[in-house]
């Protein structure tokens, strides 16, 4: 069955401000009987996938590539083609389907953004948020996080597209090192130097911005 025959649509208008944009990006694993009716091509069982999957989807997008519809734009590509890909899918396999997915939408992202640069967003949109008390920030404290925030995004922005990516993908997203080489082609070996390299870049920015 091809996607164009499908029947299931898309999420559309979940940028950013929508539900999935800082929330959590730890997915629960799929039924199996839903998951090999996906293989077959379900459009049923692949919306259950589509609704299971699309806050982690538009969270690395919006996070690699920023606001704007590109993101919508390519997590309805990414979608499709793990449609058309998913009677090749392995559940037996050493890759969880959340990380095949990821694997998608990564390669789609890192793709845009050789064509173009694009304005990023912040890595870490929940530092502006209360605490885990519940707790409202005092109005001088709120500053203090926005700020953080600003810091935080201002030094993403200065990363390499290869090592914003490697720190996205373990840092908000959890993938081991293993995961994110199968990701991203890449050697292990090579998942670590980036990790590391992102990560000094990272503290170095954060400890200029404390001092100023």
Do not use: Y
């Not at 799929?30 to 919306?47: I, S």
């Not at 919508?72 to 899918?89: G, Y």
């Not at 200065?158 to 993908?169: H, W």
């Amino acid at each position: 069955m091809m996607a164009a025959s499908m029947s299931v649509s898309f999420p559309r208008g979940r940028g950013p401000s929508g539900p999935s944009a800082g929330s959590g990006t730890s997915v629960p694993p799929l039924d199996a009987a839903v998951l090999e009716r996906c293989r077959q091509q379900d459009p049923m069982a692949f919306r259950v996938f589509v609704v299971r999957h699309e806050r982690m989807v538009f969270a690395l997008l919006s996070r690699m590539l920023g606001h704007g519809p590109e993101v919508e734009d390519l997590a309805q590509e990414t979608f499709v083609r793990a449609f058309r890909a998913f009677p090749s899918f392995d559940p037996n396999g050493p890759a969880k389907v959340s990380t095949w997915l990821l694997t998608i939408s990564v390669r789609l992202a890192l793709d845009s953004r050789k064509r173009r640069r694009l304005t990023v967003v912040e890595l870490d949109e929940e530092v502006a948020t209360p605490g885990a008390t519940g707790s409202i920030p005092t109005p001088e404290g709120a500053l203090e996080q926005r700020q953080l925030g600003d810091a935080i995004a201002a030094a993403a922005a200065t990363l390499p597209d290869d090592q914003r990516a490697v720190l996205i993908l373990s840092e908000l997203h959890g993938l081991s090192h293993v995961e994110i080489a199968g990701v991203l082609e890449i050697p292990e070996n090579t998942v670590k130097t980036r990790l590391f390299r992102a990560r000094e870049k990272m503290r170095a920015a954060l400890c200029a911005w404390r001092l100023s």
